[in-house]
């Protein structure tokens, strides 16, 4: 499989008034062609930042301190403004949670289309751009396009805008689409129907995909690899079916036991990924892990590498069991 | 796959483009019948507006016909004066010849200088509203300039500039700021004549027909007289323009900086619009707020901008109506909130009918 994402060492920092946060610290993935790599997490581990910082979104003084992220071949980081927004929307597709809000709420549909095809087309005519937005509207199961294209973003239903906004996202047939909690605010029925309209754009078009989601049974459903991310670090990646079925990181087991009636095993401690102005010591997960002893929050847990395939676990005691039985535990 | 399956018929199936039309009818439609629903309402809302100040002129103690005699007056003389007025007949009689007389668009005679309040009114509020809606222009575009500067690039110099800018300029009275530009502009450097009205001593004026003195001016073929006019306007009218576009950049800095932190414009960013779109994106937000704060200076300007009015001598609605005020000279009194109250109903109705038309929200809601 072709390598489309390569993100390197990505770390990420906030400049707050009470100092500089560490959102992101030292962040690895790679995305294959066509693959759909899913990255969980509690609310606040960092998830949406690493994604954000790809196409330079970023929250008023966030800025990537290191790493790269080489997106086929270019090194996103290191793109001026101009050019990053020449990627944006062209080659890279992103969707967000709450469609309502992701629409302009004065512009008609069809304009809001057509300023965003003229901003990589230029010189494409009204009716063209018309035409375009048409398809791609048929392409996510809009039905009336036309009376969609002339209508208001307040005149949708929550399911409809979130088609028009991966409609918007997907119109210029980009390589990647990056969607983050794309259904959060969506009634559950409809969740399921865009997360499928979503995964089907996508392998149409022989397209990546990066899922930000907490949900892990979407997860388990629609992607191929998942990172599990905790404090702005990843603590364990790998293919969906292993790192499911076997997790090795005790925040993973935790998450997994953590599902409504899927789960075995202990759940997760009360608490959250702290929020953290100095770069990371030991493990961050050490106050909520049963297993932590002084080591843990003393020294960074290593990244183990040896349980095959793309498996990555950070954790200090899957190393010390690799090196005891020298084969995958679990 | 429902969506992806069955591609063909839709674009088939697709129905033919008639919306655009649809859309567009009901709009002009719908303003319309605001408009009308909205001037149904003027009536009883001056009616009201008259009556409440008919009763409260009534209400502040102090007899006109006592002013008018002069402090050495008999009591026979101010008997005199208040019959000549009227002021001895019974309040309902008055206020029903009042209500019948301004129906037929007599507001009565100033109990000082006698002069019809009507033709005053015609000949002041022009002489105002040509200040005031230039002012508040030139405000607007200040405003939305600096505010959006202020709001999107707010760490830059020139952003900081003029939010201190602003800041000194949103501190300082509007009568201190004309006073300082009368002494810089005209005493210092001499660039607009002296502020003595509408026009120079020495220009003789021109026969009012619409009253407002740049129409005029012009309908009467006098461009010497339009340029002197225009001259005189500049210095009240950029002191309106400094003081409340101070007020409007505050307003659009603060409305402006939390639109573009809306998701809707990092959505358009991710999307890789143009910036320049993304930023009309967040200010086409922004705009019917904006549009709202304009009317609602107008309303206080109209009714307030006395001030100014004897500062510069410009012979508007403002200062006439606090002399009127001051000396209980009822019939200016009354005219004067009639004809504001009126002029802001109407701006309150024009900013009601844009922002329908500009926003698609709205209109659904109507």
């Known amino acids: ?330 | 796959m429902t969506s992806v399956d069955g591609l063909r018929e839709q674009v088939a199936a697709a129905p033919p483009q008639t919306s655009g039309q649809q859309a567009r009818t009901p709009r002009s439609r719908w303003a319309l019948r605001l408009i009308v629903r909205r001037l149904l309402i003027l009536p009883p809302s001056l009616f009201i507006l008259v009556t409440l100040s008919f009763g409260l002129i009534e209400l502040i103690p102090g007899n006109p016909a006592v002013a008018i005699a002069g402090s050495g007056a008999t009591h026979a003389e101010v008997q005199r004066i208040s019959t000549q007025l009227g002021l001895d007949r019974p309040l309902a009689e008055r206020y029903l010849d009042y209500l019948g007389d301004t129906v037929r668009g007599d507001l009565g005679k100033s109990y000082f200088s006698g002069q019809s309040v009507a033709t005053e009114l015609r000949h002041r509020m022009p002489a105002t509203l040509e200040l005031i809606v230039l002012g508040l222009a030139l405000a607007s575009g200040i405003g939305l300039g600096l505010g959006t500067l202020m709001a999107y690039r707010a760490r830059g110099f020139a952003a900081r500039l003029s939010n201190w800018l602003t800041s000194v300029l949103q501190s300082a009275p509007d009568f201190l700021l004309g006073l300082l530009l009368i002494y810089l502009v005209f005493f210092k450097l001499g660039w607009v004549p002296s502020p003595v009205g509408q026009l120079g001593l020495a220009d003789e004026s021109v026969a009012p027909k619409t009253g407002f003195m740049l129409v005029d001016t012009l309908l009467a073929g006098r461009a010497g007289l339009f340029a002197s006019h225009v001259q005189h306007l500049v210095l009240p009218v950029v002191t309106l323009g400094l003081v409340y576009g101070a007020f409007m950049a505050r307003l659009t800095e603060s409305l402006l900086s939390k639109a573009l932190r809306a998701p809707q414009v990092e959505f358009a960013r991710a999307c890789g619009l143009r910036e320049r779109d993304v930023l009309r994106y967040a200010v086409l937000d922004v705009r019917g707020a904006l549009l709202t704060y304009v009317a609602i200076l107008f309303g206080t300007l109209i009714g307030g901008a006395s001030i100014l009015d004897r500062l510069f001598s410009w012979q508007g609605a403002g200062a006439w109506a606090l002399d009127g005020i001051l000396k209980l000279d009822a019939p200016v009194i009354q005219g004067f909130i009639l004809a504001a109250g009126a002029l802001t109903i109407l701006a309150y109705l024009a900013c009601d009918v844009a922002s329908t038309l500009l926003d698609p929200r709205v209109r659904d809601d109507r």
């Open chain 1, 1 to 330: 499989m072709t390598v489309l994402l390569e993100a390197s060492n990505l770390s990420v920092n906030i400049d707050t008034p009470r100092g500089d946060l560490h959102v992101v610290e030292d962040v690895s993935f790679s995305l294959g062609e066509g693959e759909i790599l899913g990255v969980v997490g509690e609310s606040g581990c960092g998830k949406s930042t690493t994604v954000r910082s790809l196409i330079g979104l970023l929250p008023r003084g966030g800025r990537v301190t290191g790493g790269s992220a080489l997106f086929d071949g270019v090194d996103l980081f290191a793109q001026r403004p101009a050019s990053l927004r020449a990627i944006r929307g062209d080659q890279i597709g992103f969707v967000a949670q709450n469609p309502f809000g992701l629409l302009n709420p004065v512009l008609p549909i069809a304009k809001q289309f057509r300023t965003l095809i003229r901003a990589h087309r230029g010189g494409l005519g009204k009716a063209e751009c018309a035409s375009m937005a048409r398809e791609a509207l048929l392409r996510t199961g809009i039905h009336e396009p036309d009376r969609v294209l002339h209508g208001y973003a307040h005149q949708l239903s929550g399911g409809m805008a979130q088609r028009v906004v991966i409609a918007m996202a997907t119109i210029l047939d980009p390589r990647l689409l990056i969607s983050d909690e794309p259904t959060t605010a969506l009634d559950v029925t409809i969740q399921r129907q865009v997360l499928e309209l979503m995964r089907d754009v996508v392998r149409l078009g022989n397209r990546s995909m990066i899922l930000v989601t907490h949900d892990l049974g979407v997860v388990a459903q629609f992607c191929d690899s998942v990172i599990v991310m905790y404090s702005g670090s990843v603590v364990e990646s790998g293919k969906v079916a292993e790192v499911f079925t076997h997790p090795e990181h005790p925040y993973t087991r935790g998450l997994l036991a953590s599902v409504p009636g899927g789960g075995r095993g202990e759940t997760l401690p009360p608490g959250g990924p702290p929020a953290r102005f100095e770069p990371a010591r030991g493990c961050q997960f050490a106050p909520r892990c049963s297993r932590a002893e002084t080591l843990c929050s003393v020294e960074p847990p290593p990244t183990v590498s040896s349980l095959g395939g793309d498996r990555r676990v950070r954790c200090h005691f899957v190393e010390i069991e690799e090196a005891t039985h020298g084969a995958p535990a679990g």
